[in-house]
């Protein structure tokens, strides 16, 4: 294949990627501040067309153009004019528009937000932690649910290094500093799903570290947190061999099932893994095949994370297992 091909085929192939991304993308916002990142990624963008256009008129006559056009050009004034006063007056008007823009934007948002939910980032992924009303706390990972139409605050740490939660639809993104706690306030518009990624180096595995945002109705939202809160299930007739192993495998010293003695803190709470829409942070699409590969070969999929490859099991082991787990719903 010639170089000139590969590079059409490697650009129409960025384009098709491009297209299929609009759950991840600041340009198709889903809420109210990432609607006013977008509008000012346009006013940038437009302005930024209209003088370049310009410049390029200016410089065709220069070149091309008669002496009767061209001699204008040359005076001290085009320096003057459109070298210093042109983009300060320009650049300045630009970056109080900005501000106003974001200012006017902080303060639609003042007052206090109706829903608050902790995320810590974690290498390589999210631990998320709800607050029922009554005041319990529900443990969650890589997949944050938020009510739509209301301000939710994002209550934003970190366990190890610094990441940055990014999550373009819904808002720009904002740090999570180990020891420091980052308020990020989003309001999705509706329903719907964004999916957002770390966006602050990490190590290893940070290009896979990566989350959803499911934005539901507020009774839905209300009725997913109860059954969230509440205990794992009692593993059906068929899985209770698949739960053996679980703790068989030591499992439990990593990672919560609440309802269950498995209590660790290392990893994601699995509680209720079936009820997700990916795994190991949106890595994997979440059903019991997935979960098989992740439990084998998880370090091939996701190199240098913090859970150790089981090779361990037989095939037959590794099904009942990823069965069990993939009925925590
Ligand atoms: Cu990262």
């Known amino acids: 294949m010639t170089v000139a091909l590969r590079l059409a085929l490697a650009a129409s192939l960025i384009f098709a990627l491009a297209g299929c991304n609009k759950i991840q993308s600041a340009l198709s916002p889903q809420g109210a501040e990432g609607a006013q990142v977008a509008t000012l990624f346009w006013i940038m963008t437009w302005v930024s067309a209209a003088i370049l256009l310009g410049v390029m008129i200016l410089a065709a006559i220069a070149i091309f153009g008669r002496e009767r056009w061209r001699s204008p050009l040359r ?20 970056l109080v528009a900005a501000l106003l823009m974001i200012g006017a934007e902080s303060s639609s948002r003042a007052g206090p937000a109706s829903v608050r939910i902790a995320v810590v980032g974690e290498q390589w992924w999210w631990r998320v932690v709800y607050r029922t009303p009554d005041g319990r706390r529900v443990e969650s990972a890589n997949e944050i649910r938020i009510p739509a139409g209301e301000r939710v605050a994002f209550e934003l740490s970190a366990a190890d290094v610094i990441h940055s939660l990014w999550v373009p639809t819904l808002a720009g993104k904002l740090d999570m500093i180990p020891g420091r706690e980052n308020v990020l306030n989003v309001i999705a518009n509706e329903p719907g799903v964004s999916r957002g990624q770390c966006a602050e180096y990490c190590g290893g595995a940070h290009a896979l570290m990566s989350l959803y945002v499911v934005a539901l109705e507020r009774q839905e939202f209300d009725a997913w947190l109860q059954r969230e809160a509440a205990p794992a299930p009692a593993p ?8 053996k192993l679980f703790f068989a495998g030591g499992c439990g010293a990593c990672h919560t099932i609440r309802g269950t003695e498995a209590a660790g803190t290392i990893g994601p709470d699995l509680t209720h893994l079936g009820g997700r829409m990916s795994l190991a942070a949106a890595v994997l699409p979440n059903d019991a095949a997935a979960i098989a590969r992740w439990i084998r070969d998880n370090q091939h999929i996701k190199p240098d994370n913090k859970m150790p490859p089981y090779g361990m099991f037989t095939e037959a082991e590794l099904k009942s297992l990823a069965n069990y787990l993939a009925g925590l719903k």
């Not at 005076?75 to 630009?94: D, M, Q, T, Y």
């Open 75 to 94: 005076g001290e004034w085009i320096v003057i004019g459109g070298g210093i006063v042109f983009p300060s007056v320009l650049l300045s008007a630009l």
């Open 236 to 243: 059906a007739a068929d899985a209770a061999a698949g739960q």
